[in-house]
């Protein structure tokens, strides 16, 4: 079967208004696309002709260029989706990368805010909206998606707790919030002079988008003076670190941050392993 390159590269198009549709980010469409249009250019010739054995000596060249296994997992994922796409929409006969496994990663360390770094955070926090944005994302350990989807009715102030409605996985739970993101919480429906549902309003007074909240946090961190990317879901591994350290139960640190499997919070485990080791280096090195 002879592909012209018109061709290809309307495959290319949709798959990408498929992934689209499907939710995929604009930065991550942006790396499918640069990726697939050079993986595709690699090869001139139709992706019906690709063999997987071929796929595999292209994976080893990225990775004799320097690609890390991380990397290569990465390509590997994006292959899999397109000839999957092309497979189900039976513009090939047979899915070439079928057999091809993707590298054992070994589980990444979460990486958090030290308590002085986080009253650094706070510092940097002198708008009301920003300091809301902070205590309630680190007091939470909320999503960042999961945040922006809060309304009023969702936050229960005398019990000082929020529940989220369809979480990840369409779970719903109940978390703790802290004093202080309560109270701010509270000061900020009292300034309100509007009758909109949402906790998060941006300025156009509308909800408040994940973005923007990724870009403010991201901001003070800079403001702070802090030299790590400061993000949402680092404030999460913050709370989720700082919780283990204070000796809380990790099965009830996997029921506030609503991890499905414990073994995904265990992972925090490990980050407490290394401050054990730390301690203990100092007095037997």
């Given at each position: 079967?002879?592909?012209?390159?018109?061709?290809?590269?309307?495959?290319?198009?949709?798959?990408?208004?498929?992934?689209?549709?499907?939710?995929?980010?604009?930065?991550?469409?942006?790396?499918?696309?640069?990726?697939?249009?050079?993986?595709?250019?690699?090869?001139?010739?139709?992706?019906?002709?690709?063999?997987?054995?071929?796929?595999?000596?292209?994976?080893?060249?990225?990775?004799?260029?320097?690609?890390?296994?991380?990397?290569?997992?990465?390509?590997?994922?994006?292959?899999?989706?397109?000839?999957?796409?092309?497979s189900?929409?039976?513009?090939?006969?047979?899915?070439?990368?079928?057999?091809?496994v993707?590298?054992?990663?070994?589980?990444?360390?979460?990486?958090?805010?030290?308590?002085d770094?986080?009253?650094?955070?706070?510092?940097a926090?002198?708008?009301?909206?920003?300091?809301?944005?902070?205590?309630?994302?680190?007091?939470?350990?909320?999503?960042?998606?999961?945040?922006?989807?809060?309304?009023?009715?969702?936050?229960?102030?005398?019990?000082?707790?929020?529940?989220?409605?369809?979480?990840?996985?369409?779970?719903?739970?109940?978390?703790?919030?802290?004093?202080?993101?309560?109270?701010?919480?509270?000061?900020?429906?009292?300034?309100?002079?509007?009758?909109k549902?949402?906790v998060?309003?941006?300025?156009?007074?509308?909800?408040?988008?994940?973005?923007?909240?990724?870009?403010?946090?991201?901001?003070?961190?800079?403001?702070?003076?802090?030299?790590?990317?400061?993000?949402?879901?680092?404030?999460?591994?913050?709370?989720?670190?700082?919780?283990?350290?204070?000796?809380?139960?990790?099965?009830?640190?996997?029921?506030?941050?609503?991890?499905?499997?414990?073994?995904?919070?265990?992972?925090?485990?490990?980050?407490?392993?290394?401050?054990?080791?730390?301690?203990?280096?100092?007095?037997?090195?």
């Open positions: 079967m002879v592909v012209e390159p018109q061709s290809q590269t309307t495959w290319l198009l949709e798959f990408l208004q498929a992934k689209r549709l499907e939710g995929c980010r604009p930065k991550s469409l942006k790396a499918y696309e640069r990726f697939l249009t050079r993986f595709l250019w690699y090869f001139k010739k139709s992706p019906s002709e690709i063999a997987t054995s071929e796929i595999r000596m292209f994976l080893m060249s990225e990775e004799s260029h320097g690609n890390k296994t991380t990397t290569i997992a990465t390509k590997i994922a994006i292959l899999r989706s397109y000839f999957g796409w092309l189900n929409e039976e513009y090939i006969i047979k899915d070439p990368t079928k057999r091809i993707r590298p054992n990663l070994p589980p990444s360390i979460p990486k958090y805010l030290t308590h770094e986080l009253e650094a955070l706070r510092d926090a002198t708008s009301p909206i920003d300091e809301l944005l902070v205590e309630t994302l680190y007091s939470s350990g909320l999503r960042v998606s999961e945040l922006a989807s809060l309304d009023w009715e969702d936050v229960s102030f005398p019990e000082k707790r929020v529940t989220v409605r369809e979480g990840k996985g369409g779970k719903s739970r109940t978390v703790p919030l802290s004093t202080r993101a309560t109270r701010l919480l509270s000061k900020c429906k009292e300034d309100r002079r509007d009758d549902t949402w998060f309003m941006s300025r156009q007074r509308n909800r408040m988008s994940k973005e923007t909240v990724e870009r403010r946090i991201r901001t003070l961190g800079a403001k702070a003076g802090i030299e790590k990317k400061v993000t949402p879901h680092r404030l999460r591994h913050s709370l989720a670190t700082h919780l283990l350290e204070a000796g809380m139960p990790i099965d009830q640190i996997q029921q506030i941050l609503g991890h499905s499997s414990l073994d995904t919070t265990q992972i925090y485990a490990r980050t407490q392993m290394q401050n054990v080791e730390q301690f203990y280096r100092r007095v037997l090195p």
